[in-house]
């Protein structure tokens, strides 16, 4: 799945919806071209369009002839282009370490992870809210500590492919596919997968609760197709509260430019091995699949006064650690550490 991969009902003013756009504007833009549904019908659009394209020409033409004789112009007939609100390239970067702890099988020893990050996209416009949005990704776990036969990294290089619909630079409804490959030292044909997503958001009370419905999976991950979602509850002006998996947070907008959160997350990625011969008999296996995650916990703090960079410092608890290889049964689990991370984004 990768690491990374969050409208408005009408016109809202709270800045804060505009970060949630809603199924709700897919749903009126659709019906706004010409759907064929009950709601709204077709004499709406068709007043829409005379009052558009007749009523006001005619109008602007008859003002002035009167006192401009047959002098006018044609942008007065013309409709307002639409300003483009979002951002067409999107950088990311981050690197998060956590500190060395024991495995659970004290054969094993311990062990550190050091994770790196580095993502670059541009949005194509499509039309009006609708893009295209295509990039890259490449990801890398360094693993320290005890030599003890599991891996000593974990890499990925993946493309990213999308179709969005995004208000204010944040998609309320997506579909993407980042097909790549996920490998330990060596690319080969069998370590290509193609991991998705899809998610959309709508709202169950206007302005202050959301849904958010999610989906995704992978060729080598278990289970092969997985949920996600949940709600997002804009508590006032300043708090909302964001439990929607795999990344729950309680926000806090301490001025324009700071943001404090709560946070937690779960971070799942599928890699081919090449050899893994450690000290427990039941683990020593060529050329398989290991499911790695980690699931943290801990505090975020967000400045945005340069724009339009974001830079995060995060810190707290790396709860868990695991290296599942699922299709031999064996999954090793690591003990509860500390971890930092430092991150920079931006926008343009």
């Known amino acids: ?20 756009m809603l199924a709700e504007n897919v749903l009126t833009e659709y019906i706004r071209c010409g759907s064929p549904g009950p709601i709204y019908s077709q004499v709406h659009l068709l007043i829409v369009k005379i009052s558009r394209y007749t009523l006001f020409p005619f109008l602007v033409l008859a003002v002035s002839s009167v006192f401009a004789g047959e002098e006018y112009t044609l942008q007065a007939s013309a409709s307002p282009v639409p300003k483009d609100e979002n951002s ?16 659970k099988e004290s054969r094993l020893g311990d062990g550190d992870s050091w994770y790196k990050d580095f993502q670059y996209d541009h949005r194509f416009l499509i039309t009006e809210k609708w893009y295209f949005r295509a990039g890259g990704e490449y990801e890398r776990y360094d693993f320290g500590g005890t030599d003890n036969g599991l891996p000593n990294h974990l890499q990925a290089a993946s493309a990213h492919l999308a179709l969005e619909y995004d208000v204010h630079d944040h998609p309320g409804l997506s579909l993407e596919l980042d097909p790549g490959f996920y490998f330990e030292n060596h690319v080969s044909e069998d370590a290509f997968d193609i991991p998705w997503k899809a998610f959309v958001t709508f709202p169950l009370k206007k302005d202050k609760v959301f849904a958010v419905i999610g989906v995704g999976g992978a060729l080598y991950q278990d289970p092969i197709v997985a949920p996600g ?9 300043k708090v909302r509260l964001q439990a929607v998996f795999p990344r729950p947070a309680l926000v806090w907008d301490v001025t324009d430019d700071w943001e404090f959160r709560l946070m937690g997350e779960i971070s799942y990625d599928s890699f081919r091995t090449d050899d893994v011969i450690t000290p427990l008999r039941k683990l ?8 790695y995650h980690e699931d943290r916990a801990g505090g975020q703090l967000t400045y945005s006064g340069l724009k339009p960079f974001k830079i995060v410092a995060a810190g707290g608890c790396t709860v868990q650690r695991e290296f599942d290889f699922f299709r031999h049964g064996v999954a090793e689990k690591i003990d509860p550490a500390p971890f930092v991370r430092l991150s920079i984004e931006a926008h343009f």
């Not at 067409?88 to 495995?103: R, V």
């Not at 020593?284 to 499911?291: E, R």
């Open 1 to 20: 799945m990768g690491s990374r991969h969050s409208s408005r009902s009408g016109r809202v003013t709270d800045p804060h919806v505009a970060k949630y």
């Open 88 to 103: 067409h390239d999107l950088f990311y970067a981050e690197s998060t370490y956590t500190f060395s702890s024991d495995f």
């Open 229 to 237: 979602g949940g709600l997002i509850w804009l508590i006032s002006d």
């Open 284 to 291: 020593q296996v060529h050329n398989a699949i290991v499911q």
